[in-house]
Nanobody, 124 residues
Framework: QVQLVESGGGLVQAGGSLRLSCAASGRSFSSYAMGWFRQAPGKEREIVAAISWISTVTYYSDSVKGRFTISRDNGKNTVDLQMNRLKPEDTANYYC?????????????????WGQGTQVTVSS
């Protein structure tokens, strides 16, 4: 069992930056692949970024590639999402998710544990 708690969301102007953090509790965090998803009102949940269990492989959606960076610290049981050059269309509730596998997952159904989410609002 893994519990995930996100933090770092907030209100920022377009062009600004935020850093989201996800703290995991439970055993064997390093054996889980991790992902960040987001869901805006009226839209489906979408993957933003994912990272394999020892950080050797990462994935970014086309909409955030070059602006967002996912990283993890297995010693601290955390996974972060650095978001730069934010745009109003990045506004959403952001979720951290854990997958009981070493490789990346790209769909929500591939993940086993979810956090409660943190809201990111980007004003124009």
């Amino acid at each position: 069992q893994v519990q995930l708690v996100e933090s770092g969301g907030g209100l920022v102007q377009a062009g600004g930056s935020l850093r989201l953090s996800c703290a995991a509790s439970g055993r064997s965090f390093s054996s889980y692949a991790m992902g960040w998803f987001r869901q805006a009102p009226g839209k489906e949940r979408e993957i933003v970024a994912a990272i394999s269990w020892i950080s050797t492989v990462t994935y970014y959606s086309d909409s955030v590639k070059g602006r967002f960076t996912i990283s993890r610290d297995n010693g601290k049981n955390t996974v972060d999402l650095q978001m730069n050059r934010l745009k109003p269309e990045d506004t959403a509730n952001y979720y951290c998710a854990a997958r009981r596998a070493s490789g990346l997952g790209f769909r929500g159904v591939e993940y086993d544990y979810w956090g409660q989410g943190t809201q990111v609002t980007v004003s124009s």
